[in-house]
């Protein structure tokens, strides 16, 4: 019989919120204002989060790099897991979402290990040191993540990790007859990752499907 992959109810997913998570008081406000935006579907979960901080703690990073902070929900989570003297760089171009961000940051007492780049992230990774990086989180315009993850191939460190968002976009990838411009960037990059020997790579259904690829 083809494996399946068991789909959440409401239920079950709260459940993991509940005893999976150690979402902060601070998190949680934040995720509340992003929810009032209308925006929050840019943001990940709190189970995302716990994850993204896991994997830094797991790594013993101590350098972070992402791309696509919105309101610095993701940051936030793996910020708290950096040691004193870790780093991560937040790679967006707005400054009206991050600003809801920083006061967080701020707040929280990590604003200082957070360094903004407001730029396209292009020329921001452009700019960056090469293996200078433990860990890559991808999140922002689907139809550059191809780009996003060659330069992050670049600056990850042998062993670091890219971790990809959205990369099931809603189950759209599955759906062949969906042609449009970021499920075909997402579909097209799935495959290439899965075969591409410069990595390993596992693809995970953690919240719109988390593609994680460690540089060998």
């Given amino acids: ?24 008081a601070l998190q949680a406000r934040l995720r509340e204002e992003t929810l009032a935006t209308g925006r929050s579907g840019m943001q990940i979960g709190p189970d995302q989060g716990q994850f993204m901080a896991f994997l830094v703690s797991l790594l013993g990073a101590k350098r972070v790099l ?41 707040e929280a007492g ?3 290990k957070i360094h903004l780049h407001l730029a396209p992230a292009l020329e921001t990774l452009a700019g960056l040191a090469p293996d200078s990086f433990d860990l890559a989180f991808i ?6 993540y191809d780009g996003y993850y060659e ?24 759906d062949m007859s ?18 591409d020997q410069r990595v390993d790579m596992s693809l995970l259904p953690i919240g719109d499907g988390l593609m994680l690829a460690r540089r060998r």
């Fill in 66 to 106: 992402e791309i696509g902070t919105f309101t610095g929900y993701s940051a936030l989570a793996m910020a708290l897991a950096l040691p004193p003297d870790g780093r991560l760089d937040a790679c967006d171009v707005s400054d009206e979402w991050t600003a809801i961000g920083r006061r967080y940051w701020d």
């Fill in 139 to 144: 999140d922002a315009d689907k139809t550059n």
């Fill in 1 to 24: 019989m083809a494996h399946e992959i068991t789909g959440w109810s409401e239920t079950v997913g709260a459940y993991i919120v509940r005893h999976g998570t150690r979402e902060t």
């Fill in 178 to 195: 969906d042609m449009h411009p970021d499920t075909l960037a997402l579909r097209a990059l799935n495959a290439k990752v899965q075969a």
């Fill in 151 to 174: 330069a992050c191939l670049k600056l990850v460190r042998p062993g670091g990790v890219l971790a990809l968002d959205n990369m099931l976009w809603s189950g759209s990838v599955a």
């Fill in 110 to 112: 990590v604003a200082g």
